[in-house]
């Protein structure tokens, strides 16, 4: 049960200030690897295999995550995902340690704290909005905005900097530390559950996998939600790898080094950041969804404008970058909240990771083609293509009505998924789960 406002403030943000420091960690371990392997390979295909190793359990393990978050103790979820994390990259820290390190290492291990991330990340979503009132959606979301964008102007210029001071296992052990912040406030701090309705005959006992089902169902039965995630779909195609790229784009293009990438994640950062405070102050059009979808539109036009850089553009690609990060923050606290306003509390955990594991679906198939068009014709054709992919999702969704008047349509209710009668994608669903 949501808590009254005088009583959430605090718990709510001692949480949330325990994950800000895990982030941090996180951030500074993602760009460190990230570099490592291309100033070690210099291929783009090297950087497409390790975006894409990191995305494949989003897209098969998320709808369980989803599922098991709904189930089980949110709170437990969080602390286990947190302590997997620091697992693996202790483990890591010792394979630098003994200078045996692989690039197979590096996927295995980008593979697990994506695992683990998919798990923390639907918790937590799927808590907040149990642990804040409701017309605070939008504001903390802008605030969680405002963090990610901090967090990369930080992250980044101090990655690039310990690099050349200490070795990386030093690095990976920050991140352990930053884990251990998010955990002990976890195991002090009661995370609310959504109510379950009470089952009374065994056929009421739902399982697993009808869970899981109900979550497939919940999705289809909501036409604006379905549209937004096949749009999700289809600009991941082609976005996610312009994106994965941009490391190839500062040694390829531009010419340039550690300190050049930094300067471009922090001015994504500093975008995000401005993009968040507007967020959370303003909070965004009546209709949210419109919020988000302005913000596409703009990220369209700069990924496009990114590609038509020369070589020697690299400050005017620092100015694009952080419009883009401010039109991210546009795109993704308006479509949180949104979420968060018109699904169930206990569907939450479900929804979240359906709607990443779609939305990432296509993206390893845009990698798989990425890396190898990227090292053969250029980097920039992905940020001009993906431009120009997103202006037309972004503008064409404006005149889908399902989409437009997504937070007009009432909350699913479902008691059992048994209630719901099945379409032929529900039969092709349920076919697989059998």
């Given at each position: 049960?949501?808590?009254?406002?005088?009583?959430?403030?605090?718990?709510?943000?001692?949480?949330?200030?325990?994950?800000?420091?895990?982030?941090?960690?996180?951030?500074?371990?993602?760009?460190?690897?990230?570099?490592?392997?291309?100033?070690?390979?210099?291929?783009?295909?090297?950087?497409?295999?390790?975006?894409?190793?990191?995305?494949?359990?989003?897209?098969?393990?998320?709808?369980?995550?989803?599922?098991?978050?709904?189930?089980?103790?949110?709170?437990?979820?969080?602390?286990?995902?947190?302590?997997?994390?620091?697992?693996?990259?202790?483990?890591?820290?010792?394979?630098?340690?003994?200078?045996?390190?692989?690039?197979?290492?590096?996927?295995?291990?980008?593979?697990?704290?994506?695992?683990?991330?998919?798990?923390?990340?639907?918790?937590?979503?799927?808590?907040?909005?149990?642990?804040?009132?409701?017309?605070?959606?939008?504001?903390?979301?802008?605030?969680?905005?405002?963090?990610?964008?901090?967090?990369?102007?930080?992250?980044?210029?101090?990655?690039?900097?310990?690099?050349?001071?200490?070795?990386?296992?030093?690095?990976?052990?920050?991140?352990?530390?930053?884990?251990?912040?998010?955990?002990?406030?976890?195991?002090?701090?009661?995370?609310?559950?959504?109510?379950?309705?009470?089952?009374?005959?065994?056929?009421?006992?739902?399982?697993?996998?009808?869970?899981?089902?109900?979550?497939?169902?919940?999705?289809?039965?909501?036409?604006?939600?379905?549209?937004?995630?096949?749009?999700?779909?289809?600009?991941?195609?082609?976005?996610?790898?312009?994106?994965?790229?941009?490391?190839?784009?500062?040694?390829?293009?531009?010419?340039?080094?550690?300190?050049?990438?930094?300067?471009?994640?922090?001015?994504?950062?500093?975008?995000?950041?401005?993009?968040?405070?507007?967020?959370?102050?303003?909070?965004?059009?009546?209709?949210?969804?419109?919020?988000?979808?302005?913000?596409?539109?703009?990220?369209?036009?700069?990924?496009?404008?990114?590609?038509?850089?020369?070589?020697?553009?690299?400050?005017?690609?620092?100015?694009?970058?952080?419009?883009?990060?401010?039109?991210?923050?546009?795109?993704?606290?308006?479509?949180?909240?949104?979420?968060?306003?018109?699904?169930?509390?206990?569907?939450?955990?479900?929804?979240?990771?359906?709607?990443?594991?779609?939305?990432?679906?296509?993206?390893?198939?845009?990698?798989?083609?990425?890396?190898?068009?990227?090292?053969?014709?250029?980097?920039?054709?992905?940020?001009?293509?993906?431009?120009?992919?997103?202006?037309?999702?972004?503008?064409?969704?404006?005149?889908i009505s399902p989409v437009i008047n997504i937070e007009a349509k009432t909350v699913v209710e479902i008691e059992s998924p048994d209630?719901?009668?099945?379409?032929?994608?529900?039969?092709?669903?349920?076919?697989?789960?059998?």
């Amino acid at each position: 049960m949501k808590r009254p406002e005088s009583q959430w403030i605090t718990p709510f943000f001692t949480i949330w200030g325990g994950q800000a420091f895990s982030l941090l960690g996180s951030q500074l371990v993602q760009f460190s690897l990230i570099w490592w392997l291309t100033e070690k390979t210099q291929s783009a295909t090297v950087l497409a295999i390790a975006t894409m190793v990191g995305l494949l359990p989003q897209v098969f393990i998320g709808p369980i995550a989803g599922t098991l978050v709904d189930r089980h103790n949110r709170r437990l979820i969080m602390i286990l995902a947190d302590g997997l994390v620091a697992g693996v990259t202790l483990a890591l820290a010792v394979v630098y340690w003994m200078d045996i390190i692989q690039i197979w290492h590096i996927y295995i291990a980008l593979f697990i704290r994506a695992a683990s991330g998919g798990f923390h990340w639907s918790a937590m979503q799927a808590s907040t909005s149990l642990m804040i009132p409701k017309e605070h959606f939008s504001r903390i979301q802008g605030i969680n905005q405002v963090l990610n964008g901090a967090l990369n102007i930080g992250a980044a210029p101090l990655g690039a900097l310990l690099i050349g001071l200490i070795p990386m296992q030093a690095i990976l052990a920050i991140d352990v530390s930053t884990a251990l912040l998010a955990i002990i406030p976890l195991c002090f701090i009661s995370v609310p559950q959504p109510q379950k309705v009470d089952s009374t005959t065994s056929e009421q006992k739902e399982s697993f996998w009808n869970d899981l089902r109900a979550g497939f169902r919940y999705v289809w039965s909501l036409p604006g939600l379905l549209l937004l995630m096949i749009v999700a779909m289809l600009i991941n195609l082609v976005i996610t790898p312009a994106f994965s790229l941009i490391p190839i784009l500062v040694s390829k293009h531009f010419e340039g080094g550690a300190m050049q990438l930094a300067w471009l994640d922090a001015a994504a950062g500093i975008g995000i950041v401005l993009g968040g405070l507007i967020l959370s102050t303003w909070g965004g059009f009546k209709r949210r969804v419109i919020t988000t979808l302005g913000g596409l539109v703009f990220l369209g036009i700069g990924l496009f404008v990114l590609g038509l850089l020369s070589s020697a553009a690299f400050y005017p690609a620092v100015i694009i970058t952080l419009l883009i990060g401010l039109s991210v923050a546009m795109i993704d606290g308006p479509l949180l909240a949104v979420v968060q306003d018109v699904v169930a509390p206990d569907m939450q955990g479900r929804v979240f990771t359906l709607i990443i594991s779609a939305a990432k679906a296509m993206t390893p198939i845009g990698l798989s083609f990425a890396g190898p068009v990227a090292d053969r014709f250029g980097v920039q054709s992905w940020y001009i293509i993906g431009g120009i992919v997103t202006i037309i999702f972004g503008v064409g969704s404006f005149f889908i009505s399902p989409v437009i008047n997504i937070e007009a349509k009432t909350v699913v209710e479902i008691e059992s998924p048994d209630k719901m009668k099945d379409t032929g994608f529900e039969n092709a669903i349920n076919a697989l789960l059998d």
